[in-house]
């Protein structure tokens, strides 16, 4: 049972005009073997939250913790984040030339267990996960995210989630940019994490689609940097119906 705690979340973004605040006290609280939906308007702070938690170093945290089972997440780098169980989607979106998805997700795997799985299990997990992610077996010898598709970069993502086993998965818009087929074997795959593993999932999204899909236990609607409104599944479908239109005051910009 690990416990991800967000509390009275302040953080500013550095731009090129100064910093700006984009998250306003944001209070969350995720549990394995929960499922949390995020969702609000674009331009809510959804991404900054998931970047925040994952250390990007644009954002500046003015005030506010996050823990990890009591632990201090913000004086964590980004490796120890992993290390502690935190799986953050955005944390290897770029072209690695050079480094296969076999190597890299070797890697991976040692530097979070501390040691290099064996060879033969291992090599056979790689093999299953890419089988049930339909994945063809080329792709493991192909350099990581270079030339990519929308659909391969987020199954290779998933992938390392079945792979690396963590506690808890920030996972930002992972609905995007996938095709019906794409997006039912991406959410089996987190469906499976969830079930072999107990995983707690954060998951975040302007759309409902994905939660047809992976079902939350409870969703939180973000606007303007706060967490506006709390429920559960039946929230998600209320926001299918109507949309963001009673969160926003009239004349309110639609990024
Ligand atoms: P969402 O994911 O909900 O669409 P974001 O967190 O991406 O929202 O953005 C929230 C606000 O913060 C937006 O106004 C966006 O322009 C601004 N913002 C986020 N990241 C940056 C950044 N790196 N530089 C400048 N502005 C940013
Ligand atoms: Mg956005
Ligand atoms: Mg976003």
Do not use: C
Not at 149 to 178: F, M, V, W
């Amino acid at each position: 049972m690990a416990v991800l705690e967000i509390r009275d979340l302040h953080v500013k973004v550095e731009t090129d005009e100064g910093t700006t605040p984009i998250l306003n006290g944001v209070n969350l609280t995720v549990r394995t073997g929960e499922t949390h939906a995020i969702m609000g308007p674009n331009g809510s702070g959804k991404s900054t939250l998931a970047s925040t938690i994952a250390g990007h170093p644009k954002y500046d945290v003015t005030s506010g913790t996050i823990t990890l089972d009591g632990e201090d997440v913000l004086a964590m780098s980004v490796d120890e984040r992993a290390r502690a169980g935190l799986f953050l989607a955005m944390q290897y979106p770029v072209e690695i030339p050079g480094v296969t998805v076999t190597n890299f997700l070797r890697t991976a795997k040692t530097a979070i267990d501390g040691e290099a799985p064996a060879i033969r299990t291992w090599t056979k997990e790689v093999k299953a996960g890419m089988k049930n992610l339909r994945m063809d077996d080329r792709f493991a010898q192909r350099n990581v995210n270079e030339g990519f598709s929308g659909g391969e970069k987020k199954r290779h993502e998933i992938l390392q989630l079945e792979l690396l086993k963590p506690k808890l998965a920030i996972l930002d818009e992972t609905d995007s940019g996938l095709d019906v087929d794409a997006l039912k074997i991406v959410s089996e795959g987190v469906n499976r994490a969830k079930e072999n593993t107990g995983l707690g999932v954060l998951l975040i999204t302007h759309y409902t689609r994905i939660l047809r899909y992976i079902r939350p236990d409870h969703v939180h609607v973000m606007v303007k940097g706060q967490i506006a409104e709390e429920g559960g599944p039946e929230l998600a479908e209320r926001l299918e119906n109507e949309g963001y239109d009673r969160f926003l005051a009239p004349g309110d910009p639609i990024e």
